[in-house]
T-cell receptor, first 116, second 115 residues
Framework: GAGVSQSPSNKVTEKGKDVELRCDPI?????LYWYRQSLGQGLEFLIY????????KSGLPSDRFSAERTGGSVSTLTIQRTQQEDSAVYLC??????????????FGEGSRLTVL | AQSVTQLGSHVSVSEGALVLLRCNYSSSVPPYLFWYVQYPNQGLQLLLKYTSAATLVKGINGFEAEFKKSETSFHLTKPSAHMSDAAEYFCAVSEGGGSQGNLIFGKGTKLSVKP
């Protein structure tokens, strides 16, 4: 597709369960980002992948959160032993690093996670 | 460390009135600055960006923003609000100078437009 695709769009789970959220970036984009959007908190950076470099995991809130990016394309964000405070919209974005970098990110529509 | 402060979590204007959404940033290096808009149940869409060229930047839907280094500000304006402008607006900063990394976002300002 032409844009960033995320799935599922909505996920309801029970406390303590594991969840996986998927992001398919724009074809050819080398950089991929995960953000979390909670009510009234704006966007919180989670993790950033750029090409084959080691990911920047500095925003992950706890060791229950992890992400991987296979083949430099699709990424999966995994939350283990979910807690109610994990309820949020998880946004994925991608960007193309060219010689004339401008920093624009292209966002998917997000995955809304509700932990009961 | 970079940061962004958006003054006012909610702004309400009448249709046809001036829109002014405030953003102040902190950065130790020349910044790149962005405004994104998020319509209900949608992802974020770029409105405009400043990348060290002209200080007055024009974006989509009649919005513009002016980079003022002395005031560390990048306020978003639109001369005449339209009902379709009702959305949440996010200001963001990135490290400039050609390096790549994540954007740091403000907490957002929800714009309401009254008929």
């Amino acid at each position: 597709g032409a844009g960033v695709s995320q799935s599922p769009s909505n996920k309801v789970t029970e406390k303590g369960k594991d969840v996986e959220l998927r992001c398919d970036p724009i074809s050819g984009h080398t950089a991929l980002y995960w953000y979390r959007q909670s009510l009234g908190q704006g966007l919180e950076f989670l993790i950033y992948f750029q090409g084959n470099s080691a990911p920047d995991k500095s925003g992950l809130p706890s060791d229950r959160f992890s992400a991987e990016r296979t083949g430099g394309s699709v990424s999966t964000l995994t939350i283990q032993r979910t807690q109610q405070e994990d309820s949020a919209v998880y946004l994925c974005a991608s960007s193309s690093y060219s010689g004339d970098y401008t920093g624009e990110l292209f966002f998917g529509e997000g995955s809304r996670l509700t932990v009961l | 460390a970079q940061s962004v402060t958006q003054l006012g979590s909610h702004v309400s204007v009448s249709e046809g009135a001036l829109v002014l959404l405030r953003c102040n940033y902190s950065s130790s290096v020349p910044p790149y600055l962005f405004w994104y808009v998020q319509y209900p149940n949608q992802g974020l869409q770029l409105l405009l960006k400043y990348t060290s060229a002209a200080t007055l930047v024009k974006g989509i839907n009649g919005f513009e923003a002016e980079f003022k280094k002395s005031e560390t500000s990048f306020h978003l304006t639109k001369p005449s609000a339209h009902m379709s402008d009702a959305a949440e607006y996010f200001c963001a900063v990135s490290e400039g100078g050609g390096s790549q990394g994540n954007l740091i976002f403000g907490k957002g300002t929800k714009l309401s437009v009254k008929p």
